[in-house]
């Protein structure tokens, strides 16, 4: 299982097929809605796609909000995860491993 994060090296179509045939899948999940997000002003968006050789087993989305930019960024960064993670089969491996990478990105960017 391959980890990808944000949507430089991922095809928005692959990624909207996936959430689109996915039963859980809904808005939050798409990339339209990052796309969204990316337009706001003090919203960072971001995503964890996870691979199987090359074939979307599942993702997870979130926002890293900052108010303030400078010294108080540090003190007013949080993240806000959108949707549960979607995986293929609703399998808990994909998602453990989808959460643990989150839990790494997310110590070096919110408190």
Do not use: C
């Not at 949507?7 to 798409?30: C, M």
């Not at 050789?53 to 926002?63: E, K």
């Not at 491993?97 to 408190?111: D, H």
């Amino acid at each position: 299982m391959r980890i990808l994060r944000g949507t430089e090296q991922i095809d928005k179509a692959r990624w909207l097929a996936f959430v689109d045939s996915h039963p859980d899948g809904y808005i939050f999940n798409t990339p339209q809605l990052l796309e969204t997000f990316e337009k706001s002003n003090y919203y960072r968006p971001s995503i964890l796609i996870a691979l199987d050789g090359d074939v979307i087993a599942g993702l997870l989305a979130w926002n890293n909000i900052r108010d303030y930019s400078g010294p108080l960024q540090a003190f007013t960064s949080r993240n806000i995860v959108w949707a549960s993670p979607l995986v293929r089969d609703n399998n808990p491996d994909i998602a453990r491993i989808l959460l643990r990478e989150y839990m790494q990105v997310a110590k070096r960017e919110a408190i």
